[in-house]
């Protein structure tokens, strides 16, 4: 068991181009979030899911945002047309199920310029 | 629906004294709660946690939290603070009622005086 691990840990991209994020949870763990922080702030919901079933996104997120989770293994997080104000660090989490404790990944961080 | 208040956004201590972090919550069902701690640059690591067992719990470098439902408390506390101890701590609930999601609060940030 090697924890939730994200891949990029820091993405440079221009505004309007699309990003895609990756998090690999603990595996059986059947329950993932995809969280965002910006600085001084506590992570903030985006979506999570129940095995390869997206359960909820957050009514603050718009359509560029999308996530998956093939087979309730891996999951992606993309972002189209990315803006300044997208630039965060991106915390994705996996619990082994509801209720219980979950571990983060160290976050993906992108900074759009 | 639940929620989380960190009632300090800010907390100094000195090296060896101790340390009191105080979380109010709301919830309508019987929550679990979670003690986050997050250093400079870090992922956020798991301190602590209560999920309706014994109502004083004991987490990872000499931390502890209490549950009090009387007072919809979580206060986390460590009877002597190390210069480790400076970084970011979050408070975490999670209920049925909102299908287990995580709701944070807005963090307290710890400094240590040596």
């Known amino acids: 068991d090697t924890g939730v691990s994200q891949n990029p840990r820091h993405k440079i991209t221009k505004r309007g181009q699309n990003v895609t994020f990756r998090c690999d949870p603990i595996?059986?763990?059947?329950?993932l979030y995809w969280y965002r922080q910006t600085l001084g702030q506590g992570p903030e919901f985006l979506t999570y899911f129940q095995n390869e079933a997206q359960l909820e996104k957050s009514r603050l997120l718009s359509d560029r945002f999308s996530a998956e989770r093939p087979k309730g293994s891996f999951s992606t997080l993309e972002i189209q047309r990315t803006e300044q104000g997208d630039s965060a660090m991106y915390l994705c989490?996996?619990?082994?199920?509801?209720?219980?404790?979950?571990?983060f990944g160290q976050g993906t961080r992108l900074t759009v310029v | 629906a639940q929620s989380v208040t960190q009632l300090d956004s800010h907390v100094s201590v000195s090296e060896g004294t101790p340390v009191l972090l105080r979380c109010n919550y709301s919830s309508s069902y019987s929550p679990s709660l979670f003690w986050y701690v997050q250093h400079p640059n870090k992922g956020l690591q798991l301190l602590l946690k209560?999920?309706?067992?014994?109502?004083l719990v004991k987490g990872i470098n000499g931390f502890e939290a209490e549950f009090k439902k009387s007072e919809t408390s979580f206060h986390l506390t460590k009877p002597s603070a190390h210069m480790s101890d400076a970084a970011e701590y979050f408070c975490v609930v999670s209920d049925q009622d909102n299908d287990y999601k995580l709701s944070f609060g807005a963090g307290t940030t710890v400094t240590v005086r040596a």
């Open positions: 595996s059986e763990h059947n329950r």
């Open positions: 209560y999920t309706s067992a014994a109502t």
């Open positions: 989490a996996s619990s082994f199920r509801q209720g219980a404790e979950a571990f």
